[in-house]
């Protein structure tokens, strides 16, 4: 075990730290940006700004398990989700995308930001499948908001503890 | 030649498949390790799979163990192509038998350079 | 929005006066999109007013970031693969007959990018030779003092270690850093990186065994590449090999090379006298 997790464990293994200490924010927007870069495309920049918030909230969230339990919930309106699904797709897409395509893109967006987020923990943990839906489970105490904008729109990363079994 | 996407994600299976088989492949999906073992196990062996990590039913990493474990399946070129990006995941999956691993997320250069790593992409003549 | 003619020649007088970059009419667009961002950044309005700025205070600094954000930074590992595969079974092998034990082979990777190069000639060797860490010193040279800084770092993004390296390779060599993957010491310890323009008189270096210069004689006029290839020459050693990118040549620009067959690629061998 690293030494940075034996400082932020109990005697039972839980964590310690908050979930700000774990997973900085600077380190968050990084993989985040890169993420966009690569998957939804070469021009497609997370800007680093407050946006409004979304008339219809639509989010996808994976849990990550280990020594820290958490959970990592992006959050944008409904359209954008549906355009994001649309770049992830590329140039296969033509025409309306099904509510179901949109969940299944959304979804994986949701997982590869949880993987990438997973990878800066200071030890091994496994990552749960992702969900999608208008509605997330709620916020625990210890959680904190990276917002951003992507084409004029908000797009939120929330990340928290998650105290009890999800 | 012959490609098997594995992921659970529709949208992954389409950008992946959509990139082989623009590189000339045909491609086959599944949408987890128990999926693609029938696949297998009916006789549709191809020549390369591109696995998923994390799955239901049956994860990337017990898909790339079971084939590894039947040498009927031997000439199968296997790259996890997945967000678990940790060293010691990539050594693992390294370990069970893949012989590539390919990070999510990725550009489709980046798709096409490791298959040249392999070898499963015909060489451009300049 | 299109670049007026006069600010065009502006930059790309300034660009080949610097790094001898030849920018010809029909590239406003790419100066254009390289230099807005660099615009935003100084809080000018747009591009021209950047250009106004650079024209009436030419101070080193801006000169300096026009002309590093108009070179092509484009690479990755192993790069086009066969270069690096027959460094490892014939060039190294062949060298190392040829040379006393103990002796040191120079590599110089002479436009080395953010460093994909000269860490993947420091895998080859590594991989190769016994010792390999210990038998071989590369030098890795850049224009950009930025892409210098990033080879110094050994530091690379997870989209670029997606770009060509080996997984084998990345465990074996790489450790994590946050967001980042970073080469191991003993790598690091093999590359000395520095600042250097191809096109102006080089520091006292070499003899170089080995000299990677791939994929930036596209960038430049024919005397500029004469006048680099026959200055590379003088600094290698008889028995060298030099490797240049898929693209480019020596042959019908400077005749003292002769150019043999590695495998399915080509290297060039300085011609005695
Ligand atoms: C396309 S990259 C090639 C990198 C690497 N050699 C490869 O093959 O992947 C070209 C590099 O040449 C550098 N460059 C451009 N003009 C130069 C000059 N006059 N002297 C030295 N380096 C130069 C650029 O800064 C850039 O990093």
Known sequence: MSEH???ATTQDGACTLSAAELLPEESVRAVAEEIWLSFIGEEEFLIPLDGEAPANPFS??????GPWRGRVVITCDESVAQDLTRCLLGEETVGELSQDDVEDGFGELANVVGGGLKALLPEASRLTLPLVGAN???HGEDMFVIQSIWRGQSVDIVISSVPLQY | MHALVIDDSRAMRRIVGGILSDLGYEVEQAGDGQEALNVLEAGRVPDLACVDWNMPVMDGLSFVSAVRANPAWRDMTLMMVTTESEHGQIVRALAAGAHEYLIKPFTPDALRDKLSLLGLVPVEVP | MTLAAADFSFVSDLVRRESSIVLAPGKEYLVEARLLPLARKAGAAGVSELVEKARRHPDRATTQSIVEALTTNETSWYRDGDPFSQLGTTVFPQLLAARPAGEKLRIWSAASSSGQEPYTIAMVASETIPGGSSRVAITATDLSTEM???????RFSQLEVNRGL??????????RAGAEWEVAAALRAMV????LNLAQPYPRMGPFDVVFLRN????????TKQDILRRVRTLMRPDGWLFLGAAETTLGVDAGWERVALGRTSAYRPIAG
């Open chain 3, 148 to 154: 210098v800084e990033r080879t110094r770092a050994g």
């Open chain 3, 216 to 223: 930036v004689l596209i960038y430049f006029d024919v005397p």
């Open chain 1, 136 to 138: 997330p489970p709620a």
């Open chain 1, 5 to 7: 997790l034996l400082e």
């Open chain 1, 60 to 65: 996808a969230w994976v849990g990550i398990d």
């Open chain 3, 192 to 195: 000395t990186a520095s600042q």
């Open chain 3, 166 to 175: 080996p997984a084998p390779m990345l465990v074996r060599h790489f450790t």
